[in-house]
């Protein structure tokens, strides 16, 4: 249990209310794990001033970050097809030809739980190193049970090892294996009837996701997934109209999906969709950028409608092999013309929407105490530099990693 203490000398961002919610020089008494007040430091009650204290140096202090969508437990790289690529080749082409997801499907397989855990603790030790407290990793490079479960409980074990809670989702309906080919619906019932069963079984999923697209699964088949995750009680969320509109994003909201991510194609209609259902719209401008995608997803749309926007790497091996959620508020400025506000609302308090958790993602008292000390005088300078990390400490659930 976390030691009871005083956190001063900082400037706050609570990301409460539609700016950055700052309090200047402000003070935070963590309780057991919580934040039990937080305010100007000249307010702290009496009952916190005898608590230990931490003298920030004047550090400013977000929410812990909050990574959303990641394929974070893989095996492998795909360098190779990123070549590929950049000689001409689409990647829809490279996965028609067996190449994309099912080459990384490959390398997962091949690799034993152990050698998997390790090649992912390289990277959840990356994204910690940038102030993130939570991640949402999902299966989808096994494909079959046991690689599925082999992903999921490496996920598990990930959290146990390390400072930070991790949200895991059952991507089943990623890719057709080779072992299904020209049979995506009979692969979709043993996804449905046999897979989720099991993994729900053990618990091993806070939430399932689908990829809904041409080169993947249809609307009719995704339909499918989600019926299956509403009979085991579990949230859905979707890859939706990445590559194409196939009406993902309002089939994910027709299910009261927590969210629905990439939406570079989304028509304004299935935003309009997504605002009555109160689903968050999770943007992933590395694999935008990685893609040399130009379509942009329907921001001002989002913003009319007052979808809330979350941000996230999207760490995988084929659209965003990518570590560093500090690069993505920094690309979802530039490339999607959001503000620097916006986008550290989206790897917070929009991003512990996306995941459903509502003990997080802001500063306010009875959350989690889950936060980050930064080396900047204002939060805008998290976005607006790129290849930096101010991060100088990081506090999770009230303690501070050494
Ligand atoms: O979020 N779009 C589908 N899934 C991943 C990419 C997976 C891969 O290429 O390995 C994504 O972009
Ligand atoms: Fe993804």
Redesign the pocket.
Same mark, same amino acid.
Request: net charge negative; no cysteine; aromatic share 6%.
């Given at each position: 249990m976390s030691a009871n203490a005083v956190w001063l000398n900082t400037k706050l961002a609570t990301m409460v209310g539609e700016g950055y919610g700052k309090i200047d020089d402000g003070a935070i008494a963590v309780d057991q794990g919580r934040i039990a007040w937080l305010g100007s430091r000249g307010d702290l009650p009496a009952e916190y001033r005898k608590l230990p204290r931490h003298d920030c140096g004047g550090a400013l202090i977000t929410p812990g970050l909050i990574d959303c969508h990641t $394929?974070l437990v893989y095996a492998g790289n795909r360098a190779a097809e990123f070549e590929q690529r950049l000689q001409g080749a689409r990647y829809e082409d490279i996965a028609r030809a067996g190449g /994309?997801?099912q080459s !990384?499907v490959t390398a997962t397989r091949a690799a034993s739980e152990d050698e998997l855990l390790a090649q992912s603790a390289k990277r959840l030790s990356a994204m910690i190193a940038e102030g993130v407290t939570t991640i949402e990793i999902k299966s989808g490079y096994g494909l079959d049970l046991a690689n599925e479960l082999k992903i999921l409980r490496t996920a598990r074990r990930l959290a146990a090892h390390s400072s930070v809670e991790i949200s895991t989702t059952f991507l089943g309906a $990623?890719a057709l294996p080779p072992e299904f080919a020209g049979r995506a619906d009979d692969y979709i019932a043993e996804v449905c009837d046999h897979m989720l069963p099991s993994i729900a079984a053990e618990a091993l999923a806070d939430a399932v996701d689908a990829?809904c697209e041409n080169i993947a699964f249809t609307p009719a088949q995704t339909a499918r997934v989600f019926d299956a995750a509403k009979r085991f009680g579990l949230p859905v969320k979707l $890859?939706a109209d990445?590559l194409s509109d196939s009406s993902g994003a309002a089939l994910a909201a027709q299910y009261g999906a927590l969210s629905a991510d $990439?939406l570079e194609c989304t028509s304004a209609e299935s935003v309009r969709a997504m605002a009555q259902a109160g689903t968050v719209a999770v943007l992933?401008p590395g694999?935008y950028y990685f893609l040399r995608e130009t379509r942009l997803p329907p921001i001002a749309e989002l913003r009319a409608q007052r979808v809330p926007i979350a941000i996230s790497t999207?760490c995988?091996? /084929? !659209?965003?092999p990518c570590t560093s959620l500090l690069l993505m508020l920094n690309m979802a400025c530039t490339l999607f013309r959001m503000t620097p506000a916006e986008a550290l609302a989206g790897v917070t308090r929009n991003a512990a929407l996306a995941l459903g958790l509502n003990d997080r993602g802001q500063l306010v008292a009875g959350m989690r105490a889950d936060f980050a000390l930064w080396d900047v005088r204002h939060p805008a300078e998290l976005s607006y530099a790129f290849g930096a990390n101010p991060c100088v400490a990081r506090v999770f659930a009230g303690d501070r990693d050494d």
């Open positions: $394929h /994309g997801i !990384t $990623h990829f $890859h990445q $990439h992933l694999a999207d995988n091996p /084929g !659209t965003s």
